[in-house]
């Protein structure tokens, strides 16, 4: 009975440990690809910036 317990908590230890280092592999990529410059995120940026004068013409 005792080596099951032990088992289980080793489970969900390495499920934890599994969990958090994914969360910080998430976290490095997301912020790589948020800094990474596309064509559509160019795209966006200018027609943000032109949106307001745009709508005057409407």
Same mark, same amino acid.
């Not at 910080?24 to 943000?48: S, W």
């Given at each position: !009975? #005792? $080596?099951? @317990?032990?088992? #289980?908590?080793?489970? !969900?230890?390495?499920?934890? !440990? $599994?969990?958090?280092?994914? &969360?910080?592999?998430?976290?490095?990529?997301? &912020?790589?690809?948020? @800094? /990474?410059?596309? #064509?559509?995120?160019? *795209?966006?940026?200018? *027609?943000? /910036?032109?949106?307001?004068? #745009?709508?005057?013409?409407?």
């Amino acid at each position: !009975m #005792q $080596n099951k @317990n032990n088992n #289980q908590k080793g489970t !969900m230890t390495k499920i934890r !440990m $599994n969990t958090e280092l994914r &969360n910080k592999l998430f976290n490095k990529i997301k &912020n790589v690809f948020e @800094n /990474e410059d596309t #064509q559509e995120k160019e *795209a966006f940026l200018q *027609a943000r /910036e032109n949106v307001d004068q #745009q709508y005057k013409k409407c």
